[in-house]
């Protein structure tokens, strides 16, 4: 009696970009790894992190965070009365920055018609190396689209 050979799957999952290399940028709210963007914190309830083909990044834009300055266009977590997600920072509101160094609020668009936004401290790392991870013709400029 002939039976049907089926074929092996190895259905050990396959190892994530994470597992693969180390972050070529890390902080508390973002990494940035070859080819991929993670935003943490991004999703509510579960906190979860949201990832982003870095091929597919638009835009990137940024401002300075400062006490109660974009009151309606940002937001601590959720949407705000801008076309923008935000990744939960709490103190998103509330930070000054007296010497002009600090944090800052980056948006990411790719595109979909809801952008990603979330805080960076350290502004010009941040862009060096997910400039070099994005195509060429991506969008990088101080000031919101809205």
Known sequence: METDKQP????????????KCEALFEEEWSRIYPNELVITWYWFPTAQA??????????IYYSKQTFCKAFGSVK???????????????KRCLRSNPEGNGF???????GDGTMKGFTTANLQAFLTVLRRQCNPGVICQEGFPW
């Open 76 to 90: 601590s977590w959720g949407m705000s009365f801008s076309p923008c997600w935000w990744a939960c920072d709490i």
């Open 8 to 19: 092996i799957i190895d259905d050990l999952p396959s190892p994530s970009k994470k597992e």
């Open 104 to 110: 800052y609020n980056v948006v990411i668009d790719i």
């Open 50 to 59: 949201k990832r982003i083909d870095t091929h597919q990044i638009k835009g």
